[in-house]
């Protein structure tokens, strides 16, 4: 009756009183049906290879209170299908009763308490097992999201996802993604699967009402995950990722028009869900399907929204009106079906090695999204690429996914001090000063940022540079995995001691010691050693070409520029984030592969300034140096003019502008003596929606 009203009353909050787990003995029994027998086992044999004293652990169907030994702990295992919960706990100081509603919640709850024990029994290892998250206090308890997937790479590591009681994507989905025309791809498909775009076959889409693309994608369920009716799966149904939609007959019957594919991906999700009701289909709101079908969907079916668009690291609030479209597109689906995730952000893209906190800023969102009803999250991060502290953010954030009230600051001092027993002390307090003090601001940070964006939001280079130095003295003193891991991170964060270097300009370059700047380049060259640090942002960012960027920088900025010093006056509109053009003279080359690195970006108008010239009467010619990158749609200038005291004494056309890789140069002779005042315009192509961005504008003898 006790235990029936624990149920009843759904209790989840800790307990002061909770009893300890530690024992002299550890007797496990089971309920006598075959799934529980099966899980006390599972225990039974885990806890058994943890433990030194391998006499301390059995198992017992049915174990006599009275009758066990004085000190005996008696841990009791129930698979309840029927649970209104994800599981309950009752918990006496000589019984421990778990009832767990599946194998799922099996797996991550067992491990939880075999980490528990090892924290209060000094004769279980678990040193490999992430410090539980939870107290076995008495209680019912429901994860706050049914799918939880914290997108970094320790996540994706075999056997971390289910001991943690996370989801990822390859373990559990059949097709994720843009995946499908792979799988069409390598079935050597017909032409009818393709779309139809300009009455001509594109093999760039699919046609999602085509019965061969259809039979392909049955054979594939069946032939790889069966009819789901030993275990259901998951699958992404989306078009390739483009705005092509198939304008065949049948599916512009269905109710394609030239933007919209939703209805004949939605039909063909529908007979997938049909054909297959123990499996999940699951469509995403984005590109061609943004709007919902006219129809009910399926009950195994969903759709996943994107956030990308919702202000990043802080609360959410319906007044903002990114929220508020975010809101009314959410309440659209809602009215279609309840199966609604969200495909999640939580890191910066363009950066992937300086440590941006997101710990806080994830909880707060996190809970917005519980309160919208939303049923599963995808927090997107670096995946298979390293990102310093993805360890740490693996965890909280897996913790967060099935309680959004967890506490932060423990969750984070518990980890490290669990993995990180040499620096525990200093990774503790720098990573928290990092999530306390970007939280207190209460900024949005960029997703797609540079290292200056990086510093007006969450960065403090002073706090930075000096965890950093601390951070290789204690690495030095480390031993075993600690040591390994530490110098990972040092290696990776040594790119954000360079790029903070590089922020303060030429000046303070060349004046760094030669032996110290070294170092740290031969420091970074460290990122060799590992399979996952090749790149420092999700789109290009190879090191390998960073490195060459800075070994061509320390040659470049030998060069002397009379315009260095020189107040340059914006005449034209800025872009955000743009308005004072000081990168035009600081003596500070661009990096040819990062348009975040010594670029000055201009793309709501064509680039116009002037500048002083009494101080360059002896100079004679200018050079400009462009970027080129077609898919950020970088183009070098229609043409350049320049005027002298208003009067127009030179134009550059772009056939006069050279191109070389990933930059375009031009120089030209200008005669400025007697000039006071110079005026540079640069027009941009007008038949493209292009943006220039120039690095340097140079005056030279």
């Not at 391998?54 to 174990?63: D, H, L, N």
């Not at 469509?283 to 079908?293: D, E, F, G, L, M």
């Not at 200056?452 to 030095?476: P, Q």
Request: proline share 4%; charged share 25%; with cysteine.
């Amino acid at each position: 009756m006790f235990f029936c009203l624990l149920i009843v009353l759904g209790s989840c909050s800790s307990n002061s009183n909770t009893p300890g787990l530690k024992a002299d003995r550890y007797v496990i029994s089971f309920e006598e049906d075959a799934q529980s027998e099966q899980w006390a086992t599972y225990l039974f044999n885990h806890l058994s290879k943890r433990i030194t004293d391998k006499g301390s652990v059995e198992i017992s169907k049915r174990p006599q209170q009275k009758s066990l030994a004085q000190g005996s702990k008696v841990i009791h295992v129930e698979i309840a299908a029927d649970l209104k919960n994800d599981y309950c706990i009752q918990h006496s100081s000589e019984r421990l009763h778990l009832r767990i509603k599946n194998k799922e919640v099996a797996v991550w709850i067992i491990y939880e308490l075999i980490e528990s024990i090892s924290s209060v029994d000094n004769r279980v290892e678990a040193k490999d097992l992430p410090p539980a998250t939870i107290k076995f206090s008495n209680g019912c308890r429901d994860f706050d999201f049914a799918y939880r997937d914290p997108h970094f790479a320790p996540n994706l590591q075999p056997e971390y996802a289910p001991v943690a009681g996370n989801n990822n994507v390859e373990a559990d989905w059949g097709i994720w993604g843009h995946n499908l025309s792979k799988i069409v791809k390598a079935a050597e498909a017909p032409e009818e699967v393709y779309a139809l775009v300009n009455n001509r076959r594109n093999k760039d889409q699919l046609s999602f009402t085509s019965e061969k693309l259809l039979g392909i994608t049955v054979n594939y369920i069946i032939d790889n995950y069966g009819d789901g009716a030993d275990k259901g799966t998951r699958f992404m149904i989306t078009p390739n990722d483009n705005d092509l939609v198939c304008s065949c007959a049948t599916c512009t019957e269905a109710g394609n028009t030239e933007n919209n594919a939703t209805p004949a991906v939605n039909e063909f999700v529908r007979k997938l869900a049909e054909r297959f009701p123990k499996h999940e289909f699951f469509i995403t709101a984005y590109r061609t399907v943004k709007a919902p079908p006219a129809h009910q969907m399926a009950a195994n079916t969903g759709v996943f929204l994107s956030t990308i668009d919702l202000p990043k690291g802080v609360e959410l609030n319906s007044n903002n009106n990114k929220t508020k479209v975010f809101l009314d597109k959410l309440e659209a689906w809602k009215q279609k079906t309840a199966n609604i995730y969200v495909w999640d952000y939580a890191a910066n893209f363009d950066d992937y090695l300086s440590p941006m906190p997101v710990l806080y800023a994830a909880q707060k969102q996190f809970k917005f999204f519980k309160k919208q009803g939303i049923k599963g999250v995808f927090a997107n991060a670096g995946g298979y690429d390293y990102i310093p502290f993805d360890d740490v953010k693996t965890y909280v954030l897996g913790a967060l996914l099935k309680n959004t009230n967890a506490d932060v600051e423990t969750l984070v001092k518990k980890f490290f001090a669990k993995n990180y027993p040499a620096a525990h002390a200093l990774l503790t307090a720098y990573y928290l000063k990092l999530e306390k003090d970007f939280d207190k601001k209460g900024k949005a940070y960029n997703m797609y940022g540079g290292i200056n964006d990086n510093l007006a939001t969450y960065l403090n280079a002073a706090d930075f540079e000096k965890f950093h130095t601390s951070l290789g003295t204690v690495a030095g003193k480390a031993s075993g995995e600690e040591k390994a891991r530490l110098k990972k991170l040092y290696t990776a964060l040594t790119f954000t001691r360079l790029q903070l270097i590089y922020a303060k300009g030429t000046d303070a370059i060349r004046q760094m010691p030669a032996g110290e700047l070294k170092i740290l380049l031969e420091t970074l060259e460290g990122y060799k050693s590992y399979a996952d640090m090749q790149r420092y942002r999700e789109s290009g960012g190879e090191l390998s070409a960073y490195m060459d960027e800075w070994k061509s920088l320390l040659t470049t900025i030998k060069t002397p520029n009379q315009l260095k010093g020189t107040s340059i006056k914006l005449l034209s509109r800025a872009d955000e984030g743009y308005e004072t053009p000081g990168v035009l003279n600081d003596g500070l080359p661009g990096f040819a592969t990062d348009y975040h690195q010594g670029w000055y970006i201009s793309s709501i108008d064509d680039l116009h300034i002037s500048f002083p010239a009494q101080q360059l009467q002896n100079a004679g010619k200018i050079k400009c140096r462009f970027l080129y990158n077609e898919d950020h749609r970088f183009l070098p200038p229609e043409k350049i003019e320049i005027k002298a005291d208003g009067r127009l004494i030179k134009t550059i056309t772009n056939k006069e502008i050279a191109l070389s890789g990933a930059v375009a140069a031009c120089e030209a002779k200008i005669p400025l003596a007697g000039t006071k005042n110079i005026e540079l315009k640069f027009y941009r192509p007008k038949d493209v929606k292009s943006k220039i961005a120039i690095d340097e504008i140079f005056i030279l003898k």
